[in-house]
T-cell receptor
Framework: GAVVSQHPSRVICKSGTSVKIECRSL??????MFWYRQFPKKSLMLMAT?????????EQGVEKDKFLINHASLTLSTLTVTSAHPEDSSFYIC???????????FGPGTRLTVT | AQKVTQAQTEISVVEKEDVTLDCVYE???????LFWYKQPPSGELVFLIR??????QNEISGRYSWNFQKSTSSFNFTITASQVVDSAVYFC????????????FGSGTRLLVRP
């Protein structure tokens, strides 16, 4: 149990286009989902916390208009990187918190390359 | 301020050696969780252990053991008789028990186990 999927696992897009990454909790309800970004050989940096049915809370320094987060249901959150540029290339990982619990489960990550 | 420090950036050992990965954390909270995760080259985070701030008992799981010392704010991880498959990046993380349930990650330690 407690499986979190991400789609796509890898995406290459051209500079200026937008790309959407999905995070799904497959067998549990997740009131809260978290989005992290990881640069090569670096740690995971929390970008934002999304709560189902409400606006995401962004960490300091994260552009909310650039990284649009939607958490429309208890099993799905999406991260849209708008007008992507090469510096947005990174590994994006989501995690989902089990409703009523502290437990978080991580997705397998999405590698974004912007050319 | 909440912070996790993993001072060892990279460690290289020969197979069958024991290795200890250090983790020091900072928090003013009295209730928190500490975690260790493994990140193999595939990128997916693998959960290893969770420790409650009130539970200072050391834990052993096969070749893995953890030493939690609240007095020194450390939560060190030891791999006994290391194997090549242990090569990965290991992250220590602190989870706040406020309403955010955020995870704060250390910078990670890259472990290379040579045959």
């Amino acid at each position: 149990g407690a499986v979190v999927s991400q789609h796509p696992s890898r995406v290459i897009c051209k500079s200026g286009t937008s790309v959407k990454i999905e995070c799904r909790s497959l067998d549990f309800q997740a009131t809260t989902m978290f989005w992290y970004r990881q640069f090569p050989k670096k740690s995971l940096m929390l970008m934002a916390t999304s709560n189902e049915g409400s606006k995401a809370t962004y960490e300091q320094g994260v552009e909310k208009d650039k990284f649009l987060i939607n958490h429309a249901s208890l099993t799905l959150s999406t991260l849209t990187v708008t007008s992507a540029h090469p510096e947005d290339s990174s590994f994006y990982i989501c995690s989902a918190r089990v409703s009523g619990s502290y437990e978080q489960y991580f997705g397998p990550g999405t590698r974004l390359t912007v050319t | 301020a909440q912070k996790v420090t993993q001072a060892q950036t990279e460690i290289s050992v020969v197979e069958k050696e024991d290795v200890t990965l250090d983790c020091v954390y900072e928090t003013r909270d009295t209730t928190y969780y500490l975690f260790w995760y493994k990140q193999p080259p595939s990128g997916e985070l693998v959960f290893l252990i969770r420790r409650n701030s009130f539970d200072e008992q050391n834990e052993i799981s096969g070749r893995y053991s953890w030493n939690f010392q609240k007095s020194t704010s450390s939560f060190n991880f030891t791999i006994t008789a290391s194997q090549v498959v242990d090569s990965a990046v290991y992250f220590c993380a602190l989870q706040l028990m406020d309403s955010s349930y955020k995870l704060i990650f250390g910078s990670g330690t890259r472990l290379l186990v040579r045959p």
